[in-house]
C-alpha cells in the first residue's frame, strides 16, 4: 500500500527509474541507499494508523491517510520493524503534502469477467491495486508460484499484497481438473525475495478464477498527478494519549465553519501514547476555494475524550506558498492562542485570523530586574503574516538601540544572556524583520542589574622601599568587568576596611604608597568594585616595614638632589614601579631600553615640578628578559636595570 503502490505511482508521474534497486540487510534491511528518497516509507502511515504496536490496522485508514495527509520518503522515515510507535518529524510531516493521493479508500468487487476487465483496465492506467489474502498459502504456491482455485481456499485473510499487472496469456496450467487455462494476475509481496516463494522474484500469480472466487474484492486509490501544496497548517499537541484525541482543521467560524479536515478520523490513531515533540504539518489547500480574501479565520479544534487524561495546544500556524519546493512561504500566520488546555468531553480551539499583522512584547514589559550573565527569554504574540522579527535592546531609555538578533523565526520565544551593561532603563523592541513593520517595545522600562561583586583579589604583595611601599596584586574577575580596585591601610594589623582607613582607588593592579615614614610597618588590604557599586571580598592582610634611616617623603618635602630609584617589585611581571626624585622644576625623560640597546617605551616627556615622583610600567606586551629604565632630569642622567618575569 506504502512500499509498493505508492512507489509506483509516484515513479511513474515523475519518471523516476528504479530498476537498480536491491533489499540489502535480510529482514532489518532497507533498499538501495541511492534509491531512499524514492522508495515511500510504510512507518510514516502504519504508526500513525495502528494502535502503537504491530498488531495492524484498516484498509481504509491507511489508503484514506494517503488522500488527507500523503506519504513521505523512506531516508525521512526509514522502516523499522522493532518500532511501530514512533511518529514522524517535522521534516517527514513537511514532506509528505507532496504526494497525497486524489482519492481515498475504494473497493472493487472482482466475482464476474466484466469486473475482471474493469481491473484490468485500472492497472493498465497506470494504478495497481490492494488485496487481502492469507499468508499462510504461501507455502501452497506451485513450481511457477501461481494459486489457483485447487491451492487457495482461505476462510480469512491476514496480510496485504499489491496486484502489479496480469497476463491473458499465463499458462497453460491446470485448474478445477482443466489443463488448458489461462490467464493470471501479477502480485507483489510485501516481504521481497525470499523462503516463501519457489522462484526467488518477490512475485506470484493469481489466476482469473481464483481472483473472482477466492480473493473477490480489490482496494484501490488513484495518484494526484502534478500535485503541488499551497497551504500548510502547523501544530504542536502535547498530550499523552494521542489516541484519545480528536484533531479538526477547520476554516470560517467554529460554530459555523465553511469547511472542515480530520487530521485523525482513523480507528485506532496511534493508541495510547504521546504526541510526537515535533510540529506537525497536515496540507489544507483545500480550504483555498474558500478564502475570499483576508481576513479569514482558520482553526484548529481537539476534542479530548477517553481517560481525565488532558494536554494541551503548543502551537497553530497556517502557512501558505507560491512555491512550496522553496520552503519559505509568503504568508505565515501564528496563533496567539496557545497555550490552550484541552477538557475531557469538549472541544477546545486555536485560531488565527489572516487580517492586519500584529505583534506585542509581553516580556519583559516593564518592572523586571533581569541579572546580568543570566539567560532570560524574550516573549512576544503575534498574529498575521509575519515570518521572521528583530529582536533589539536599549539601556537608555530608547534613546538608542543595539541588535540582539537581527532575524529569527516568529514562533513567540528567544532565549537572551544578559549583556554586561547595568541600567535601570532597558527597553525591548521587536519588529518584522522584513520591513520593520509592525513593530512592539516593552510596555515601561525594566532594569538589567548586577548583584554579583567581584572575585577576592589575591596574590597582592608589598615591597618596601626607602621612600614608599609598592603594591602588586593579581587582576579580579567580574561578570561585567572590575571599575576600580580600593586600597586600605592601617598600622594595627586585623583592622577592619572603612572609609577612614581608605588610602586610594585606582583602576591598574599596582600602586605606590609614597606617603610613608621610615620604621614604621604599615598593613594593607585591597578589594575590587564593579561599577554597579558591588565591592568583592578583600584580599588577605599583607605588612610592611619601612627601612630605618633613610629619607621619606615624609621627613622632607625637597629632595636635594635628582635620584633615580630601583623600580619595586623587581624582577616582576607584569607590572612595576619606578620612583624618581626632582630638586627643582625639570624637563623630565623617562625612557625604557632593551638589550639592544633599543628604546621600546616612553614614560615620560614633560616638564614637572620638583618632588617625589613615581610612575607605573605594564610590560604585559613585551618579552621576557633584562631592560635598562633612563632618567634624563636636572642636567643629569642616571640609568637602572630591571627584569621581566613571564
Known amino acids: ?102 482519492t481515498g479508500y475504494n473497493y472493487m468487487w472482482v466475482q464476474t469477467d466484466p469486473a475482471l476487465e474493469t481491473l484490468k483496465d485500472l492497472l493498465a492506467d497506470t494504478n495497481l491495486a490492494i488485496i487481502s489474502i492469507n499468508a499462510n498459502y504461501y507455502g501452497s504456491l506451485t513450481s511457477e508460484d501461481l494459486w489457483t482455485l485447487d491451492n487457495y481456499s482461505p476462510s480469512a485473510t491476514n496480510h496485504a499484497n499489491t496486484i502489479v499487472g496480469y497476463d491473458d496469456n499465463c499458462g497453460p496450467y491446470t485448474e478445477s481438473g482443466n489443463p488448458n487455462r489461462h490467464g ?46 499551497e497551504m500548510i497548517s502547523v501544530f504542536q499537541l502535547d498530550h499523552n494519549r494521542r489516541g484519545e484525541c480528536q484533531t479538526t482543521l477547520g476554516i470560517g467560524s467554529t460554530s ?34 474558500y478564502m475570499s480574501g483576508p481576513p479569514e479565520d482558520l482553526f484548529l479544534g481537539i476534542y479530548d475524550g477517553g481517560t481525565v487524561t488532558t494536554g494541551t495546544i503548543d502551537f497553530f500556524s497556517i502557512e501558505i506558498y507560491d512555491d512550496y519546493a522553496s520552503g519559505i512561504p509568503t504568508d505565515a500566520y501564528i496563533s496567539t492562542d496557545p497555550p490552550v488546555h484541552t477538557v475531557n468531553s469538549a472541544t477546545v480551539y486555536a485560531q488565527v485570523n489572516t487580517g492586519i499583522p500584529t505583534m506585542a512584547v509581553t516580556s519583559p514589559n516593564g518592572g523586571e530586574d533581569w541579572q546580568v550573565g543570566s539567560i532570560y527569554s524574550i516573549t512576544w504574540t503575534s498574529s498575521g503574516s509575519i515570518l521572521n522579527i528583530s529582536i533589539e535592546y536599549s539601556t537608555n531609555s530608547g534613546s538608542s538601540w543595539s541588535t540582539i538578533i537581527p532575524s529569527t523565526p516568529n514562533d513567540g520565544n528567544h532565549p537572551w544572556t544578559i549583556p554586561s551593561t547595568p ?21 515601561a522600562l525594566f532594569a538589567f542589574s548586577d548583584g554579583t561583586p567581584p572575585s577576592q583579589v589575591v596574590n597582592l604583595v608589598v615591597t618596601p622601599t626607602d621612600t614608599s611601599a609598592v603594591l602588586t596584586w ?93 623600580n619595586c617589585p623587581n624582577p616582576f611581571n607584569p607590572v612595576t614601579v619606578i620612583e624618581y626624585a626632582l630638586p627643582e622644576v625639570s624637563q623630565v625623560r623617562l625612557e625604557i631600553f632593551d638589550l639592544l640597546g633599543q628604546r621600546v617605551a616612553t614614560l615620560v616627556d614633560e616638564m614637572q615640578n620638583a618632588g617625589w615622583k613615581s610612575v607605573r610600567w605594564d610590560a604585559r606586551a613585551f618579552a621576557a628578559g633584562l631592560y635598562f629604565y633612563r632618567l634624563e632630569a636636572d642636567n643629569s642622567v642616571q640609568i637602572r636595570k630591571m627584569v621581566v618575569m613571564k
Open 474 to 566: 593579581s587582576p579580579a574577575w567580574d561578570d561585567v568587568g572590575v571599575d576600580h580596585y580600593s586600597i586600605y591601610r592601617d598600622t594595627t594589623s586585623g583592622f577592619v576596611a572603612s572609609p577612614a582607613n581608605l588610602l586610594a582607588t585606582c583602576s591598574d593592579t599596582a600602586h605606590p604608597d609614597l606617603n610613608v615614614e621610615s620604621g614604621t610597618t604599615y598593613y594593607y588590604r585591597v578589594s575590587a568594585s564593579d561599577s554597579s557599586g558591588n565591592e568583592g571580598e578583600l584580599s588577605e592582610e599583607v605588612p610592611a616595614t619601612i627601612p630605618t634611616g633613610v629619607y621619606t617623603e615624609h621627613e622632607s618635602q625637597s629632595p636635594q638632589s635628582c635620584l633615580l630609584m630601583q
Open 1 to 102: 500500500m506504502r512500499y509498493y503502490t505508492k512507489t509506483f505511482q509516484e515513479a511513474s508521474e515523475h519518471n523516476w527509474d528504479l530498476s537498480g534497486c536491491i533489499w540489502v540487510g535480510g529482514y532489518y534491511g532497507h533498499p538501495s541507499s541511492a534509491y531512499q528518497d524514492k522508495i515511500f516509507s510504510p512507518d510514516f502511515i502504519y504508526h500513525q494508523v495502528n494502535d502503537g504496536s504491530d498488531n495492524g490496522s484498516y484498509y481504509s485508514d491507511n489508503i484514506n491517510l494517503l488522500y488527507r495527509i500523503g506519504c513521505c520518503t523512506w531516508d525521512h522515515m526509514p522502516y523499522n520493524p522493532n518500532n511501530s510507535t514512533t511518529w514522524p518529524d517535522e521534516d517527514a510531516w513537511r514532506q509528505a503534502p507532496w504526494y497525497r493521493s486524489l
Open 256 to 289: 459555523s465553519p465553511d469547511a472542515t479536515k480530520r487530521f485523525d478520523d482513523y480507528n485506532y490513531k496511534g493508541g495510547a501514547h504521546p504526541f510526537p515533540s515535533n510540529k506537525i504539518v497536515v496540507d489544507v489547500t483545500e480550504f483555498i476555494p
Open 423 to 443: 541600567s535601570p532603563n532597558c527597553l525591548v523592541r521587536i519588529s518584522d524583520a522584513s520591513d520593520g513593520t509592525p513593530s512592539d517595545v516593552s510596555d
Open 184 to 229: 493470471a494476475f501479477k502480485v507483489a509481496n510485501s516481504w521481497g525475495v525470499g523462503s516463501w516463494e519457489n522462484v526467488a522474484d518477490g512475485f506470484y500469480y493469481i489466476s482469473y478464477e481464483c481472483m473472482k472466487q477466492r480473493v473477490q474484492y480489490v482496494f484501490f486509490y488513484e495518484n494526484h498527478l502534478g500535485y503541488e501544496p
